[in-house]
Nanobody
Framework: QVQLVESGGGLVQPGGSLRLSCAAS????????MGWYRQRPGEERELVAS????????TFGPFVKGRFTISRDNALKMVYLQMNSLKPEDTAVYYC?????WGRGTQVTVSS
């Protein structure tokens, strides 16, 4: 059974940083483009970042504006989202996604 398990969320002050991790138990992980999405309260789920199989040419949501980076380790079957300069409006549940599956999400709260 495929599982995507996110970790690393929590409470952080504005301007702070968090690193989210996604552990994938999926065969041929290196063959899949992976992504991070988020759902803010009262909003629809939106793309935060996606990364190709090779890790090149990542794509980011327009609100990221250079604050986040996405990376992957195909040997460990992990995807990471490094978030810097966090803002209160980044408060959301962050989800890891493969082409067919979603993780359960990890809560990120940015508040003083």
């Amino acid at each position: 059974q495929v599982q995507l398990v996110e970790s690393g969320g929590g409470l952080v002050q504005p301007g702070g940083s968090l690193r989210l991790s996604c552990a994938a138990s999926v065969f041929a992980f290196s063959a899949y483009e992976m992504g991070w999405y988020r759902q803010r309260p009262g909003e629809e789920r939106e793309l935060v970042a996606s990364i190709s199989t090779s890790g090149e040419s990542p794509t980011f949501g327009p609100f990221v504006k250079g604050r986040f980076t996405i990376s992957r380790d195909n040997a460990l079957k992990m995807v990471y989202l490094q978030m810097n300069s966090l803002k209160p409006e980044d408060t959301a549940v962050y989800y890891c996604k493969s082409p067919l599956y979603w993780g359960r999400g990890t809560q990120v709260t940015v508040s003083s």
